[in-house]
């Protein structure tokens, strides 16, 4: 009995130093990632931000604004062939207009909806302080595509919104994510692959362009901190 005693606490002792392990190595590649996208401290200095840019799929281009006032609102809006298309999110409530998804004219989303896109409203990046923030992250080990290695960390949010990053082993910036997303009633893997990392202005380096699921997504400009009017998130 005495030996199967010790076996356990020292099964109990390495499986403790194994997470803890797992943990500070995510801790690790958080923070090389953090400071390759300009640092904590010019992050956290982000209040609101206005990104233009297009969308390519098939050989046409959509173009659209995204502005954002952090924790407080976000407002997308898009027009193909005469056609707007607006989508609206803020802490409580949230709308959408997509003539092309059913949608004519500006309604309320589903609840479900709504949690699946809350984590957007922090634009200070999802691991800056990802902590205090109610988030919690998982070291997955390390993964390799196209001959290169990345980390591969799993981000869960208060929101319970749950996400796979792949991070460069190079870099530390971000390569790819992984999530599961809800659509019309279905679940759908979402994978997204970002590429074109630029400094803007502000310090700060964001990706300029994305693939997500062959939709691809490109940044010409983006204005850090400019004024926008609350009422953009007012669903009217």
Do not use: C
């Not at 803020?90 to 949690?115: D, V, Y």
């Not at 919690?136 to 319970?160: A, P, S």
């Not at 691809?216 to 204005?223: A, E, G, L, S, Y």
Request: negative net charge; proline residues 3%.
């Amino acid at each position: 009995m005495k030996t199967l005693i010790s076996k356990a606490l020292l099964l109990i002792a390495f499986s403790a130093v194994s997470l803890f392990s797992y943990a500070q190595t995510a801790d690790e590649v958080i923070q090389k990632y953090v400071d390759a996208i300009g640092g904590k401290d010019k992050w956290t200095q982000i209040k609101s931000l206005k990104t233009d840019g297009h969308i390519e799929i098939q050989g046409i281009q959509i173009n659209f604004t995204q502005q954002a006032i952090h924790n407080v609102g976000l407002r997308v809006d898009a027009e193909f062939q005469g056609q707007k298309i607006i989508d609206i999110t803020t802490p409580s409530k949230g709308w959408s207009q997509n003539p092309f998804g059913g949608r004519s004219s500006l309604e309320p989303i589903s609840a479900e909806e709504l949690q699946q896109k809350l984590d957007e409203l922090d634009i200070q990046d999802e691991f800056v302080d990802y902590a205090a923030k109610g988030s919690t992250v998982e070291f997955l080990g390390k993964d390799e595509e196209d001959g290169n290695e990345f980390y591969k960390i799993r981000l869960v949010t208060k929101t319970k919104n749950e996400t796979v990053y792949f991070f460069d082993v190079n870099t530390y910036l971000i390569y790819k994510e992984e999530k599961t997303v809800k659509q019309q009633g279905q679940e759908i893997k979402l994978i997204s692959k970002y590429l074109d990392y630029k400094t803007v202005p502000f310090g700060i380096k964001v990706p300029h362009k994305w693939d997500q699921m062959g939709q691809i997504f490109v940044i010409d400009k983006m204005d850090v901190n400019p004024v926008i009017d609350t009422k953009l998130f007012e669903g009217k």
